[in-house]
């Protein structure tokens, strides 16, 4: 029971982040940070990690701490940077 248990929530997990991911991508033309917490704009080419700041988004586009002290949030009639709830 306990097996069971803990993969139901697993699988609730997973489906979280590959929902979030395709969201990220498929209504407002991003790309999901590796821990899916944020979406940045396609132009940056990939969201977040070492050398974030010098992709062709900046900073401000394409670093996942930045676009979280932002504090925008991803919705349907928003664009990236945002954060992903």
Do not use: H, Y
């Not at 029971?1 to 407002?28: G, H, P, Q, Y």
């Not at 670093?63 to 928003?78: A, G, P, R, V």
């Amino acid at each position: 029971m306990r097996l069971i248990f803990s993969a139901v929530i697993f699988l609730t997990f997973m489906k979280s982040v590959v929902d979030s991911e395709s969201w990220c991508a498929n209504i407002i033309d991003g790309i999901s940070s590796n821990s899916k917490l944020v979406c940045c704009p396609e132009s940056c080419g990939k969201c977040g990690g070492v050398g974030c700041s010098k992709l062709p988004g900046g900073e401000e586009n394409c670093c996942e701490n930045k676009i979280l002290e932002s504090e925008k949030i991803c919705s349907k009639s928003s664009q990236p940077p945002c954060r992903i709830l």
